[in-house]
């Protein structure tokens, strides 16, 4: 086997691996789709971090992983779109579905308004904070 090979093996892996950790591999696929989603957006919303607290040089990327968790925001609309309780979804959020994809839509474009303003200059680290209104959701709506 190639090296190749076994990378791509190594990656495919994965997937199954990190759902699994999730809670059991009978878990429900539209549960394990939208925590793969939300895992997605945390991962973005780190590696900003890393670059906004000047950890690393990468400023150039800060564009990108906007633009990434705008994407994220929108997947998780559509993810969260079903009624399956489940994960760590409490189970009202489908009570007040107007308000949670009002969230989301909010964030997807705070997300993307900060992009743009990436690729003009400079981003006020304030900005970013407010546009991220993820624990604000969390605090509502996941248990925890
Ligand atoms: C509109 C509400 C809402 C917004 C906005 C939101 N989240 Fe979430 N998030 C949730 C809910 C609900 C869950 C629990 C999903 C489940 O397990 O069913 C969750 C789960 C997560 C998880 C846990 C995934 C895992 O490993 O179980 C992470 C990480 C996460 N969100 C990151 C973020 C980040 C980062 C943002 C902002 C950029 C964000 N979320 C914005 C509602 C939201």
């Given at each position: 086997m190639t090296r190749w090979i076994r990378l791509f093996a190594v990656a495919l892996l994965a997937v199954p691996m990190s759902a699994r950790a999730?809670?059991?591999?009978?878990?429900?696929p539209i549960v394990a789709y939208r925590v793969e989603v939300m895992k997605s957006l945390g991962t973005q919303a780190a590696a900003l971090g890393a670059i906004m607290q000047k950890?690393?040089?990468?400023?150039?990327n800060i564009a990108l992983h906007a633009e990434a968790i705008s994407l994220g925001a929108r997947e998780a609309l559509k993810a969260f779109e079903p009624k399956q309780p489940g994960?760590?979804?409490?189970?009202e959020l489908w009570d007040h579905w107007a308000d949670v994809s009002a969230r989301f839509k909010a964030l997807d474009a705070a997300a993307a308004d900060i992009a743009k303003q990436a690729k003009a200059g400079p981003v006020d680290p304030k900005t970013l904070l407010a546009a991220l209104t993820c624990k604000s959701c969390h605090d509502l709506y996941r248990i925890r």
């Amino acid at each position: 086997m190639t090296r190749w090979i076994r990378l791509f093996a190594v990656a495919l892996l994965a997937v199954p691996m990190s759902a699994r950790a999730q809670g059991g591999l009978a878990q429900d696929p539209i549960v394990a789709y939208r925590v793969e989603v939300m895992k997605s957006l945390g991962t973005q919303a780190a590696a900003l971090g890393a670059i906004m607290q000047k950890k690393v040089p990468f400023d150039q990327n800060i564009a990108l992983h906007a633009e990434a968790i705008s994407l994220g925001a929108r997947e998780a609309l559509k993810a969260f779109e079903p009624k399956q309780p489940g994960g760590a979804s409490r189970p009202e959020l489908w009570d007040h579905w107007a308000d949670v994809s009002a969230r989301f839509k909010a964030l997807d474009a705070a997300a993307a308004d900060i992009a743009k303003q990436a690729k003009a200059g400079p981003v006020d680290p304030k900005t970013l904070l407010a546009a991220l209104t993820c624990k604000s959701c969390h605090d509502l709506y996941r248990i925890r």
